[in-house]
């Protein structure tokens, strides 16, 4: 079973045994679990910010979208450029309704690291959930120029393109899609497609 990218991330910059409990408190979806453990762990070092990402995620996974911001806005502090704990923060923002923050999050990201293909991906998602697909295209289109074996970003394009009335270029965008993952392409035809 795979992780999250966070948790993926989180693993392997600490030590082998904390980075295995993570992960198996992730895959068991024991976000209690995780949340105790990001607390003992922050007892220990109230300075680390892999704890303080690690206790965010163990709330925003539970829901608690504000004390969730609050623990990625320390990680933030005591390391100001971690993108995982940005893009974190921007997506509990979002789920929170601040959106304008959330973008501005993702957009303090890209300037961080202008080739982050999941900043590029996360604004762009954010944007066609708002119901703003011309402004999620440009975004998708970076994120897959970034990372060109994302299926989400090539879904997520061709999404766009159909819903901004680009048939030729959702096509296109599908095909990028279906180069990765042929299941997926059709499932995408299947969903969208068949109306």
């Known amino acids: ?41 922050l007892q220990r070092e109230p300075v680390r910010a892999d704890w303080w990402v690690l206790q965010g995620y163990a709330l925003a996974r539970q829901g608690q979208h504000a004390a969730a911001i609050e623990s990625y806005q320390r990680a933030l502090r005591i390391s100001p450029e971690d993108e995982d704990a940005r893009l974190a ?12 923050q959330a973008i501005q999050t993702y957009q303090l990201a890209l300037r961080n690291r202008p080739e982050s293909a999941p900043a590029y991906l996360a604004l762009a998602e954010l944007y066609r959930r708002r119901g703003q697909p011309d402004l999620a295209l440009p975004n998708y289109r970076e994120s897959v120029r970034y990372e060109p074996d994302s299926e989400q970003a090539w879904a997520g394009l061709a999404i766009a393109y159909h819903l901004t009335g680009q048939f030729e270029r959702r ?3 599908l095909q990028g899609l279906r180069r990765i993952n042929p299941g997926a392409a059709d499932q995408f035809e299947k969903q969208h497609l068949s109306k």
């Not at 990218?5 to 068991?28: F, N, S």
């Not at 923060?89 to 304008?100: A, D, K, T, Y």
């Open 171 to 173: 096509d296109q965008a």
């Open 89 to 100: 923060l921007g997506g509990s923002l979002s789920e929170s309704g601040r959106f304008e």
């Open 1 to 41: 079973m795979s992780v999250t990218p966070i948790v993926a991330a989180l693993a392997r910059q600490v030590d082998q045994r904390t980075g295995r409990e993570i992960v198996e408190l992730e895959q068991k979806r024991d976000w209690p679990g995780m949340l105790a453990l990001a607390r003992t762990l």
